[in-house]
Nanobody
Framework: VQLQASGGGLVQPGGSLRLSCAAS????????MAWFRQAPGKEREFVAA????????WYADSVKGRFIISRDNAKNTVTLQMNSLKPEDTAVYYC?????????????????????WGQGTLVTVSS
């Protein structure tokens, strides 16, 4: 199993970044995919998640309206479009997978609901 995240970098406040995660080694199309982040000295926190065909999405209140999660089941990729970035968005961003049989939908925001994790990509928002 591999989850390879990319796209992180340094961006100014108000800017945009697009993170991608390439998945392999498991049934991607039937897995719930998510992004989490971890800032220095803080616990890992939920950012966004979506179901198999993108019919259901979940967002943290802190990113709602600014971030968009999407997936391409043909390419086994999940992306996170991040707009209007703020300094408080600075963190290492991780993609995660909950393969079938998936945990209950109400658990999307918890790290324990996901079996597979990528290595993370650093996003720094600073002027």
């Amino acid at each position: 199993v591999q989850l390879q995240a990319s796209g992180g970098g340094l961006v100014q406040p108000g800017g945009s970044l697009r993170l991608s995660c390439a998945a392999s080694g498991f049934t991607f199309s039937n897995s719930i995919m998510a992004w989490f982040r971890q800032a220095p000295g803080k616990e890992r926190e939920f950012v966004a998640a979506l179901m198999w065909r993108g019919s259901n999405t979940w967002y943290a209140d802190s990113v709602k309206g600014r971030f968009i999660i999407s997936r391409d089941n043909a390419k086994n990729t999940v992306t996170l479009q991040m707009n209007s970035l703020k300094p408080e968005d600075t963190a290492v961003y991780y993609c995660a997978a909950d393969p079938p049989p998936t945990t209950i939908l109400s658990s999307r925001r918890f790290t324990w609901a996901y079996d597979y994790w990528g290595q993370g990509t650093l996003v720094t928002v600073s002027s």
